[in-house]
């Protein structure tokens, strides 16, 4: 089972976070590409999400990609299914199936849905897209690990406008009661959904407060900065309480003229467009 490279080999961390850049970038470009093939997608949040991926699966999480059932697997729900081709990227990227597949994105009857499901996608832990249901089911696997004292890790990533469903308050209630400090939910805090600024809709805030209150610990980081998600999600053990990250992204990261844009919450780009972002992200 592949471990967490700076957790357990004391590794050079300049020498991983290079790494987890230059994964992240191709997974931007995957993702770019996939949504530009398949004329549908959701470029803006998996943008904003590549660099949490790419952190948790190849500085953090314990797994082997040539056994995805493997008991002892760290676990990732991805909550905001609409993420899939940066999820389908990570997961190619990591070893779990062939890079090729990323090409039949959501064609008919690829196993690539628009939404992941974990009957054809090796890797994917759980079928998401109704959003609000991740952290439910990731606090349910996270009990069972308690329960059989099992080891191991389940990580979440959710959307910020995403938590304005209840049953994610339900789901964190439940969490600290219960001291899951086996869980880390990572929330992908680009400020946007679907339409609108969140703050606009139905605000979240005061977000680490909220968890704080049902008793969580809470951390601030930038969510494009891969030094600061491990030292996030390595945390020790015997905290006794789930660990919630608030990761400040940017929706559309990496690409000039999709960054904070809400209009790239959906959409596919141009062949001019694609071009220039395929550009600008071989030079980051």
């Keep these: 089972m592949t471990s967490s490279p700076w957790k357990s080999t004391g590794s050079d961390r300049t020498a991983i976070v290079t790494k987890i850049r ?42 082997d990609p040539k056994a995805p059932h493997d008991p002892g ?23 779990f199936f062939p890079v090729d597949w990323l090409s039949t ?34 606090v349910g696997i996270a009990i069972a690990s308690q329960i059989d004292h099992a080891g191991y890790r389940v990580f979440v990533i959710t959307g910020d406008g995403e938590l304005q469903e209840g049953s994610n308050w339900e789901a964190a209630m439940a969490a600290g009661h219960r001291k899951l400090d086996n869980l880390a939910l990572i929330i992908d805090r680009n400020t946007l959904q679907q339409g609108a600024r969140v703050a606009e809709t139905n605000d979240v805030e005061p977000l680490g407060d909220k968890f704080r209150a049902f008793g969580w610990e809470v951390v601030d980081i930038d969510g494009h900065d891969p030094s600061a998600l491990i030292d996030a999600l390595t945390w020790p053990g015997g905290r006794a309480k789930p660990l919630c990250v608030i990761a400040h992204t940017i929706k559309g990261k990496g690409v000039s003229y999709m960054e904070d844009q809400v209009s790239w919450h959906h959409g596919v780009p141009t062949k001019a467009q694609l071009d220039q972002a395929m550009k600008e992200l071989s030079l980051t």
């Design 73 to 95: 697997r760290d676990r990732l729900v991805l909550s905001k299914g609409h993420a899939s081709g940066a999820l389908y990227a990570t997961l190619a990227e990591a070893g």
């Design 105 to 138: 994105y959501m064609k008919p009857k690829s196993l690539l849905n628009g939404h992941p499901n974990r009957n054809y996608v090796p890797g994917v832990e759980a079928n998401t897209g109704p959003l609000g249901h991740g952290l439910p089911i990731a």
């Design 22 to 63: 230059d994964k992240a970038r191709a997974i931007r470009m995957h993702s770019l590409n996939m949504v530009y093939a398949a004329r549908l997608g959701h470029p803006g949040g998996d943008l904003s999400a590549t660099d949490i991926l790419a952190t948790l699966y190849f500085g953090v999480m314990r797994f």
